[in-house]
């Protein structure tokens, strides 16, 4: 199956196209820069219309998007211009290919501050920032387009991803760098929010089982991990396998906002069940690997 991936060149995109590439599917990879297979903005029609309708292929991934929650708060429009507009070009795209499966990545940030754990696809939606708008409105379009098109749309709600290529700043490439240092860790609000982190490895995995299974068509899943820890146990873990010195500070909430923690985490039964769905790397394991990697990594 030949795959078109946009944001192929972000985080989880380079895990995503690697991960088809050594499974036999045949990524053609589409983003702003880097080294994708092809360049171009998902927001350019002419694009849209003109470059990638001319290429080949059976089905896309729809990863592009503006992620970084500060700037989407900072400049909404932007925010919705991609992630929204954006995804409406893929989709109709995807009606004039008869493409064999859309599947659309969403986020865990479309339900907010859970009331409930853990969270099962029918939790009711609860966005806060332009970001989770923006996933809420990209998934009411593709699944307009399932619904009045046919497009064969597939969706996922991930948690906390981590991995190879993250981005300094997030959580556990910060614990990383931190820990290898032997710096002090500061854990604000104690580090008490709690979630389910995985290796993007898996999540990868996920994406394969849903282009493969008719079963997935109509369907959002949600993601994370097999465990689920605070984030202070998440940096105790870190530690524990970098064989750090590091303290763990306990520091005060940033903000009042921040004072209740935040405890979310997925209920992934519905994705085993209908994708027999198993993971590829355990905790520890995409931790170790990450570890690895960032001790090569030049910006380590």
Same mark, same amino acid.
């Given at each position: ?9 972000? &985080? ?42 001319? %290429? /080949? ?27 929204? &507009? ?33 969270? %099962?696809? /029918? ?38 991803? &981590?991995?190879? &290529? ?60 097999? /465990? ?30 921040? %004072? ?8 992934? /039964? ?31």
């Amino acid at each position: 199956m030949r795959v078109l991936v946009t944001g192929s060149e972000g &985080f989880v995109g380079r895990h995503v196209m690697g991960y088809l590439r050594s499974h036999g599917f045949e990524p053609v990879g589409v983003d702003l820069a880097g080294h994708p297979d092809i360049v171009g903005s998902v927001v350019d029609r002419s694009f849209i219309d003109g470059k990638l309708a001319k %290429t /080949e292929f059976d089905a896309i991934v729809h990863l592009a998007g503006i992620a970084d929650i500060k700037k989407t708060i900072e400049d909404p429009y932007s925010c919705y211009q991609v992630n929204c &507009f954006g995804t409406l070009n893929v989709l109709e795209l995807a009606v004039k290919k008869g493409v064999k499966r859309f599947l659309y990545a969403s986020s865990a940030n479309v339900y907010g501050a859970p009331k409930k754990n853990p969270v %099962t696809e /029918e939790h009711a939606m609860d966005p806060r920032v332009p970001y989770d708008y923006s996933k809420v409105i990209g998934e009411n379009l593709a699944m307009s387009y399932f619904k009045t098109k046919g497009v064969p749309v597939s969706m996922t709600r991930a948690w906390l991803l &981590f991995g190879e &290529f993250d981005h300094p700043s997030r959580a556990v490439p910060f614990f990383i760098r931190t820990c290898l240092k032997n710096e002090p860790v500061k854990l604000f609000n104690s580090g008490r929010d709690v979630t389910a982190p995985s290796h993007a490895a898996n999540f990868a995995k996920l994406v394969a089982r849903i282009l493969e299974n008719d079963a997935a068509v109509g369907q959002a899943f949600n993601y994370g991990g097999a /465990e689920t820890l605070s984030i202070c146990e998440l940096a105790e873990r870190v530690k524990r396998l970098t064989n750090s010195t590091s303290e763990l500070q306990m520091m005060p909430p940033r903000s009042p906002a921040e %004072t209740e923690p935040q405890v979310s985490y997925p209920s992934t /039964e519905k994705m085993r069940r209908l994708l027999g769905y198993e993971y590829e790397l355990n905790l520890d394991e995409g931790l170790t690997r990450t570890i690895d990697w960032m001790k090569k990594a030049p910006s380590s």
